[in-house]
């Protein structure tokens, strides 16, 4: 079955920092691959996407790319400020295409001034 | 831009109300979801439509059910409201091919008491 698993939080950084979280992914065919953002008491938001091998997604100075070979979907970010602190979720959605959204279970980050 | 709209923020209820659970899209989506999140569990999908009067189970519908009347509004229901149903309920409408993406509301924290 379709399946994402995330590193586990919480992640705690300095402002400045270089950030990695990690995210692989199960699934049949070529999923399309989120990165959505969960500011505290918010909804979800999308930071980024993917929908074919070898893109790349980016905003915000986040970045993630999709990497067929390893089925992974990696987000980084340069220099991490205090207001990216946040729950992020990586996704995806199975080629069938009804939008479902299989989600990992979240990654805490605080970052710290 | 897309807007889900879910109408309230917060909610306090008791146990054995009936509770409905009001989400509007403003983009003609056809597929829209609803699904709670908690501390350690993640986002787990109630229940999903796919057109107006259409709907499908997610992965733990016991306890809910849905209504789409009209291709801009779902709603979750709660017949009779319980003290694990306490939670951040989320609603998501799908934009589809070839962008792929849900959009998300701000979410409703509803606690039964």
């Known amino acids: 079955g379709n399946s994402v698993t995330q590193m586990e939080g919480p992640v705690t950084l300095s402002e400045e920092a270089f950030l990695t979280i990690n995210c692989t992914y199960t699934?049949?065919?070529?999923?399309?691959l989120f990165w959505y953002v969960q500011y505290p008491g918010e909804g979800l938001q999308l930071l980024l996407k993917?929908?074919?091998?070898?893109d790349k997604g980016s905003n915000k100075g986040f970045e993630a790319t999709y990497r067929k070979e390893t089925t992974s979907f990696h987000l980084e970010k340069g220099s991490v400020q205090v207001s990216d602190s946040a729950v992020y979720f990586c996704?995806?959605?199975?080629?069938?295409?009804?939008?479902?959204?299989?989600f990992g279970q979240g990654t805490t980050l605080q970052v710290k001034p | 831009d897309v807007k889900v709209t879910q109408s309230s923020r917060y909610l306090v209820k008791r146990t054995g109300e009936k509770v409905f659970l009001e989400c509007v899209q403003d983009?003609?989506?056809?597929?829209m979801f609803w699904y709670r999140q908690d501390p350690g569990l993640g986002l787990r999908l109630i229940y999903f439509?796919?057109?107006?009067?259409?709907?499908e189970k997610g992965d733990i519908p016991e306890g809910y059910s849905v209504s789409r009347e009209k291709k801009e509004r779902f709603s979750l229901i709660l017949e009779s409201a319980s003290t694990n149903q306490t939670s951040m309920y989320l609603c998501a409408s799908f934009s589809g091919r070839p962008q792929n993406i849900q959009y998300f509301g701000a979410g409703t924290r509803l606690s039964v008491l």
């Open positions: 996704a995806l959605v199975p080629p069938s295409n009804t939008g479902k959204l299989i």
């Open positions: 993917a929908t074919k091998a070898d």
């Open positions: 699934a049949t065919g070529y999923p399309s």
């Open positions: 983009m003609d989506h056809e597929n």
């Open positions: 439509s796919y057109d107006v009067k259409m709907k």
